[in-house]
């Protein structure tokens, strides 16, 4: 987990804070499909060539997957710098690096997951964080679910 923090006014240095996530848990895991393994291990080897060629090892056991030149965190705001460029040349609404974390929440749900299991993904220890933050989401899944019962009984 880590939060930007924008400097007081007059201070150029923006300073990037590391802290543990909400939960207290040191460590999550996530399952995914082959595809996106097969992706990941192909942006490993990219990553480790690439950032050894600037002189740093990346065969730590606590390499980060996405990191900067420097072969540490990224800024989040230097990412969203990325990502405004691009979005803009395919014409698409910006979106910025927490906002993917929405739309995973949001596709997940379309995909007919449970709340428990979004829960889980997400990390909150609490269902009602969980319902609290994508509320919006399930509301429309409850109403396909009204339309999904209504069809049947009018098979």
């Known amino acids: ?21 909400k939960t207290k848990k040191d460590k999550r895991v996530l399952s995914m499909d082959a595809s996106t393994m097969q992706i990941m291990k192909e942006w490993k080897s990219k990553q480790a060539k690439e950032i050894l060629s600037l002189g740093y090892n990346t065969m730590g ?17 230097k990412i969203g710098q990325k990502i405004r460029p691009i979005c803009k040349k395919i014409d698409l609404k910006e979106i910025t690096p927490h906002g993917f974390r929405h739309t995973h929440c949001s596709l997940l749900f379309e995909a007919g997951v449970s709340i428990e299991e979004v829960q889980d993904r997400l990390g909150h220890s609490d269902i009602k964080t969980t319902m609290n933050k994508y509320a919006h989401v399930t509301d429309q899944r409850k ?9 049947y009984l009018n098979i």
């Open 1 to 21: 987990m880590f939060a930007y923090i924008n400097p007081p006014k007059g201070d150029l240095e923006n300073k990037l804070i590391i802290q543990p996530a």
């Open 61 to 77: 056991k606590n390499q980060l997957v996405f990191t900067n030149l420097k072969n540490k965190f990224i800024n989040p705001q």
């Open 143 to 151: 109403e396909e679910t009204a339309l999904k019962f209504a069809n």
